[in-house]
């Protein structure tokens, strides 16, 4: 997760995340919902290629 919500308390309020085939299902469930529980965050968009 790198970054995100670093220690100033700011998070992001876009995250776009590029998915690999095999990891897409999870990537689009679980990931997704981390990222609106843990950093609020509404707007998640995923690609793949």
Same mark, same amino acid.
């Given at each position: 997760m790198?970054?995100?919500g670093g220690g100033d308390g700011k998070y992001p309020d876009?995250?776009?995340e590029l998915l690999s085939?095999?990891?897409a299902?999870? /990537?689009r469930n679980l990931?997704? !919902?981390l990222y609106? /529980?843990?950093f609020r965050t509404? !707007?998640?968009s995923g690609f793949t290629r």
């Open positions: 790198g970054h995100l876009l995250i776009i085939e095999s990891t299902t999870t /990537d990931k997704k !919902s609106q /529980d843990r509404q !707007s998640i």
